[in-house]
């Protein structure tokens, strides 16, 4: 079946650290991926897009890879600070589908 | 703020209700989404409109009835809902479908079925 996984235990790290963020896909083959952050009772807003092309992409404190032979793509925040505290979730397309396929996210807590 | 908006914020409705979700977008996008997103469980796809074609539909009870009378704005038509169907509705818009397009959420209605 089709998963997309991502660590359903909450990742509590200190200011400044960097933090990493796994989100790992079984059965589907896309050709992007897409990160996203979601604060308690709001939408997602997005974060980051890689192609499969792509080993990494990076905006500001944000590093996203993908490795489409692992079906894994990682996602770190350096320098992190109290304010990144939040939940992120991961992304992508199935071939042949019109819409976002979520991951169920990680909950990020940067203590300060 | 992403240029999605929705109301309303919270709605509370009975079992035997009618209630419609509003959400509107003046990004001049072609795709707009309905997903639902319960407690510890990944945001789930309900509708995709395209160029206000309904496109998709994953597999979601008739009582959840989606419209689009045009590219700004998207219904959610609710009646006799049942308590399970208590979640975040978010609507999101795209500029088209497909997976090299970012999508734009709202801030998303909190429903509670009573």
């Known amino acids: 079946s089709q998963k997309i996984e991502q660590n359903s235990e909450a990742l509590n790290i200190q200011e400044g650290k960097t933090a990493t963020l796994t989100c790992n896909y079984t059965?589907?083959?896309?050709?992007?991926l897409q990160w996203y952050r979601q604060d308690p009772g709001r939408g997602p807003v997005f974060l980051l897009l890689i192609r499969e092309n792509e080993k990494e992409k990076r905006k500001e404190r944000l590093k996203v890879t993908f490795d489409t032979t692992l079906k894994q793509s990682l996602f770190h925040i350096t320098a992190s600070q109290p304010a990144d505290s939040a939940t992120y979730l991961c992304a992508l397309v199935d071939t042949g589908r019109r819409a976002l396929t979520f991951g169920s996210g990680t909950r990020l807590q940067v203590q300060p | 703020e992403t240029g999605v908006t929705q109301t309303p914020r919270h709605l509370v409705m009975g079992m035997t209700n009618k209630k419609s979700l509003k959400c509107e977008q003046h990004?001049?996008?072609?795709?707009m989404y309905w997903y639902k997103q319960s407690a510890k469980k990944p945001l789930e796809l309900m509708f995709v409109y395209s160029l206000e074609e309904r496109v998709e539909n994953n597999s979601v009870p008739s009582r959840f009835s989606p419209e689009c009378p045009n590219s700004s704005h998207l219904f959610l038509h609710l009646h006799t809902l049942q308590p399970e169907d208590s979640a975040l509705y978010l609507c999101?818009?795209?500029?088209?479908?497909?997976?090299?397009?970012?999508?734009?959420f709202g801030q998303g209605t909190r429903l509670t079925v009573v």
């Open positions: 990004l001049g996008h072609n795709a």
């Open positions: 059965n589907y083959s896309p050709a992007y």
């Open positions: 999101a818009s795209s500029q088209d479908i497909g997976e090299n397009t970012e999508a734009f």
